[in-house]
């Protein structure tokens, strides 16, 4: 892999103490795009779906991901949890 595409590579470039489900995802979409390069320059056919099953999992799999997030951040604006967090980051009056 040469340098400048290192650069564009969000797995490369990911600093180690990042979310490690934003890692995930991010690792979860290289691997679709390689995937889809490696399906386009195959002659084969039964290896080209293949790879397009792996393609679909792979698109299933981030959307779970997404869906899971967002499902707790609802659950947490019920709750009340996101409003607390949301104070905590907020100075305490007086201080300002």
Same mark, same amino acid.
């Given at each position: 892999?040469?340098?400048?595409?290192?650069?564009?590579?969000?797995?490369?470039? !990911?600093?180690?103490?990042?979310?490690?489900?934003? @890692?995930?995802?991010?690792?979860?979409?290289?691997? @679709?795009?390689?995937?889809?390069?490696?399906? @386009?320059?195959?002659?084969?056919? *039964?290896?080209?779906?293949?790879?397009?099953?792996?393609?679909?999992?792979?698109?299933? !799999?981030?959307?779970?991901?997404?869906?899971?997030?967002?499902?707790?951040?609802?659950?947490?604006?019920?709750?009340?949890?996101?409003?607390? @967090? *949301?104070?905590?980051?907020?100075?305490? *009056?007086?201080?300002?």
């Amino acid at each position: 892999m040469e340098l400048s595409s290192l650069a564009n590579d969000p797995v490369a470039r !990911d600093p180690v103490d990042r979310d490690p489900v934003a @890692r995930a995802v991010d690792a979860l979409k290289l691997a @679709r795009r390689q995937v889809r390069l490696a399906q @386009r320059a195959t002659n084969n056919w *039964r290896l080209e779906g293949a790879l397009a099953d792996i393609e679909d999992d792979l698109g299933v !799999d981030l959307t779970r991901i997404q869906d899971a997030v967002h499902d707790n951040a609802a659950d947490a604006e019920f709750s009340g949890e996101a409003q607390v @967090r *949301r104070q905590a980051w907020l100075p305490p *009056r007086g201080l300002v």
